[in-house]
């Protein structure tokens, strides 16, 4: 997956959980139950729950008649969204094989001794790194 499809999917995904929280809000604040606006919408009330937790996408069609619903125009749902906030990138850029691949065989390592020897084998090569890197001071 490319970076930028990762952040496209980690917006989307900010955004999924915004609007959910914002049909709870609304909802709430009309005092209706799910069941109330599940039955509204001729769904059931877990499918509200999916939306409002994010763990189901809300259709655009599906947002409207929600908006009708609860009588909001349907920007209210996306009120204090700021796009423009994208997820930091990840400090190896996403893209490097040999950190994905190292993460992957680390999980796949069952004996727990094994594990926080590598972690801490890591931690020294790291912190060798460091020291390497400074510079060298003058006497």
């Given at each position: 997956?490319?970076?930028?499809?990762?952040?496209?999917?980690?917006?989307?995904?900010?955004v999924?959980?915004?609007v959910?929280?914002?049909?709870?809000?609304?909802?709430t604040?009309?005092g209706?139950?799910?069941?109330?606006?599940?039955e509204?919408?001729?769904?059931?009330?877990?499918q509200i729950?999916k939306?409002e937790?994010g763990?189901?996408?809300?259709?655009?069609?599906?947002?409207?008649e929600?908006?009708?619903?609860?009588?909001?125009d349907?920007?209210?749902?996306?009120?204090?969204?700021?796009?423009?906030?994208?997820p930091?990138?990840?400090?190896?850029?996403?893209?490097?094989?040999?950190a994905?691949d190292?993460?992957?065989?680390?999980?796949?390592?069952?004996?727990?001794?094994?594990?926080?020897?590598l972690?801490n084998?890591?931690k020294?090569?790291?912190?060798?790194?460091?020291?390497?890197?400074?510079?060298?001071?003058?006497?």
């Amino acid at each position: 997956m490319e970076r930028d499809d990762f952040h496209v999917l980690r917006l989307s995904r900010r955004v999924d959980d915004h609007v959910g929280a914002r049909i709870r809000l609304r909802r709430t604040l009309l005092g209706l139950t799910q069941e109330q606006l599940a039955e509204m919408l001729a769904i059931s009330y877990q499918q509200i729950q999916k939306y409002e937790t994010g763990t189901n996408r809300v259709s655009a069609g599906r947002l409207f008649e929600i908006a009708q619903r609860l009588e909001t125009d349907i920007s209210y749902f996306f009120d204090g969204l700021d796009p423009s906030l994208a997820p930091r990138e990840l400090p190896h850029g996403g893209r490097n094989r040999v950190a994905i691949d190292l993460v992957r065989n680390f999980l796949a390592i069952t004996n727990e001794d094994q594990r926080t020897a590598l972690a801490n084998l890591v931690k020294t090569l790291r912190s060798d790194a460091q020291v390497a890197e400074l510079p060298a001071r003058s006497a």
